[in-house]
């Protein structure tokens, strides 16, 4: 037979409620109560029943992360720093990757709530905007990440995406660049990127021109396919922004089959600064984000609301800083 709470309690000589709060992480309990009991835990193999405490109307401890792309590394830097400090706070934490796709995402939120998860962290773009409104109406624990929804009524932690764009632009300009391409996917944070672009040229008295920015799918694939458009103009950028490293990394492939140099005929610059920049040729100029803050508080967010039942609304945005690296160069 499976051992239950009660074997665990008996073999300790404590109360049910004493292995209760140590399974769940609540309560005063001393130092050496807390490991005799997980030591025995782990010795008779109890594994707590998460549902079964769920039904009874307890929190299971576990919260779903959904991510868009599982191929971008910035959300496995997420789910690092997320998973830390959840479990810090006695949480677990269940990632699901929607590629972008509306009916996947309903897929997994409808298995996630029947498994009875705590509550959401919806990273990045989220398709299904009927879903995401059905989650806030039923009182969801939600909380907005690496992205925000002025339209929605919900917590959101990001970093300021505008001042990433202008940031990126800026020295860009400084380094002589004039004719500056954007390449770019349709979404909420890449359109504040884009308008942080258009105020830095706006801001040193250069007419953006519409015909430079250029939007296409999210993989790498998709960012080169984008990046011809642009790469093949009869008068080129002499710089391209892309709005994330994928995308500014498919620039690159692109120029480097067109023989075009960088940064000597084309600087680069992207945004997230992951760890692909050091693994290109030249290692890229990015905008970094304060990922272990960022991931850290969106974990903290949402326990707080979980626990606390908390209905005042946060937006927290965060500061970004530019990393120069071997993809910009001063234009000649």
């Known amino acids: 037979m499976k051992p239950t709470i009660y074997d665990i309690a008996k073999a300790a000589g404590v109360s049910t409620a004493t292995v209760s709060k140590?399974?769940?992480?609540?309560?005063?309990?001393?130092?050496?109560?807390?490991?005799?009991i997980l030591e025995l835990m782990d010795e008779l193999n109890y594994q707590p029943s998460v549902l079964a405490s769920a039904m009874k109307g307890k929190f299971t401890y576990q919260v779903a992360l959904l991510i868009p792309d599982m191929d971008n590394p910035i959300y496995s830097q997420y789910l690092k720093h997320i998973e830390a400090r959840g479990q810090e706070l006695g949480f677990s934490i269940v990632m699901c990757n929607t590629d972008y796709n509306p009916e996947k995402e309903e897929r997994h939120i409808a298995l996630l709530r029947q498994k009875r998860?705590?509550?959401?962290?919806?990273?990045?773009?989220?398709?299904?905007?009927?879903?995401?409104?059905?989650?806030l109406w039923d009182n969801v624990p939600v909380v907005l990440f690496a992205h925000e929804r002025p339209e929605i009524v919900?917590?959101?932690?990001t970093v300021d995406d505008f001042l990433g764009g202008f940031i990126a632009t800026e020295h860009l300009i400084s380094?002589?660049?004039?004719?500056?391409?954007?390449?770019?996917m349709d979404s909420i944070?890449?359109?504040?990127?884009?308008?942080?672009?258009?105020?830095?040229?706006?801001?040193a008295g250069i007419t953006a021109d519409e015909e430079l920015i250029v939007f296409g799918g999210p993989k790498l694939?998709?960012?080169e396919q984008t990046a011809t458009s642009l790469l093949d103009l009869k008068k080129r950028p002499t710089a391209v922004f892309g709005c994330?490293?994928?995308?500014?990394?498919?620039?690159m492939q692109a120029a480097k089959k067109r023989h075009i140099s960088i940064p000597g005929e084309l600087s680069v610059i992207g945004f997230d600064n992951t760890e692909l920049c050091s693994i290109v040729t030249p290692e890229l100029s990015s905008v970094a984000m304060p990922v272990h803050e960022l991931g850290r508080k969106a974990i903290e967010v949402l326990v707080n609301k979980i626990e606390k039942s908390d209905d005042v609304k946060q937006r927290i945005r965060m500061l970004p800083e530019l990393v120069l690296r071997e993809s910009v160069s001063k234009l000649k």
């Open 175 to 184: 380094q002589g660049h004039q004719r500056i391409g954007v390449v770019a």
């Open 22 to 36: 140590v399974i769940n992480n609540t309560g005063k309990i001393s130092e050496k109560t807390r490991k005799k």
């Open 244 to 251: 994330n490293d994928v995308m500014a990394i498919g620039v």
């Open 221 to 223: 694939a998709d960012a």
């Open 189 to 203: 944070s890449c359109q504040d990127r884009i308008r942080g672009y258009k105020s830095a040229l706006q801001k």
């Open 154 to 157: 919900t917590d959101s932690v």
């Open 117 to 135: 998860v705590d509550g959401f962290i919806v990273a990045s773009k989220f398709e299904n905007e009927e879903l995401l409104q059905k989650l």
